[in-house]
């Protein structure tokens, strides 16, 4: 059955800290790939997506994710964590479905003072 | 531009009760997706529509549950009768397929969600 893990259910960083949160996805064929995130109360903004070409996608708010087919793997980045990316992110995959998306169970980012 | 407008915003009534969602997709956009979120099962797809037509509805939990898209720019999700076990964050998405049931290539937009509380 077509899936995403995301392994990690709750990460705290430091201020200033990088970020890697992970996500992977069921093999198959290559799906479309996003990067959500949701603050309290709000629905899901979209961070980023990969749909083809270069691996390495930039998304906004600095954030940028890395598509690795051999691993099944779209994680997400951020080289300086600033206490406003304190948040939930949804990884999620959409194959040949019609635009249909699977998401992880979410991870939960607090930001460390 | 007005993104995807859901309303209401919080409801909460008593179990039995007839409960109505509606959601406003974005102008122009012809898929739209009705989730569900809990923090015991996540973000669950129930149903999504392309061009005003149910395409899967494979994710509705079962009969009290019901959705219809009367034109493009207006969808409801409708529960009858509530149970507090539908109690959480309903949202509403919508994207731009081209090709029909292929790829969508466009990320969907969620509204900002209808907090349900059934008591």
């Known amino acids: 059955a077509q899936s995403v893990t995301q392994p990690d259910i709750h990460i705290t960083v430091s201020e200033g800290a990088s970020l890697e949160l992970r996500c992977n996805y069921s093999?198959?064929?290559?799906?479309?790939l996003f990067w959500y995130v949701q603050s309290p109360g709000q629905g899901l903004q979209l961070l980023l997506k990969?749909?083809?070409?270069?691996?390495l996608v930039q998304g906004i708010k600095g954030f940028e994710a890395e598509f690795k087919r051999s691993q099944s793997s779209f994680n997400l980045r951020k080289p300086s964590v600033h206490w406003s990316d304190a948040a939930e992110y949804f990884c999620?995959?959409?194959?040949?479905?019609?635009?249909?998306?699977?998401f992880g169970q979410g991870t939960e980012l607090s930001v460390k003072p | 531009d007005a993104g995807v407008i859901q309303s209401p915003r919080h409801e909460v009534t008593e179990m039995g009760q007839e409960v109505t969602l509606r959601c406003k997709p974005i102008?122009?956009?012809?898929?739209l997706f009705w989730y569900r979120q809990t923090m015991m099962r996540g973000l669950e797809l129930l149903i999504y529509?392309?061009?005003?037509?149910?395409?899967?509805d494979s994710g509705m939990p079962e009969d009290r549950f019901s959705a219809k898209m009367p034109n493009a720019s207006f969808s409801t999700l409708k529960i009858q009768p509530s149970e507090p076990r539908d109690s959480a964050v309903y949202f509403c998405?919508?994207?731009?397929?081209?090709?029909?049931?292929?790829?969508?290539?466009?990320?969907?937009?969620f509204g900002d969600g209808t907090r349900l509380s059934i008591l």
């Open positions: 102008s122009g956009h012809n898929s």
């Open positions: 093999y198959g064929a290559t799906p479309y």
């Open positions: 999620a995959v959409e194959y040949n479905q019609g635009g249909k998306l699977i």
């Open positions: 998405a919508s994207s731009q397929t081209r090709g029909g049931l292929l790829y969508s290539n466009q990320p969907q937009h």
């Open positions: 529509f392309n061009n005003n037509v149910p395409i899967d």
């Open positions: 990969y749909f083809s070409g270069d691996t």
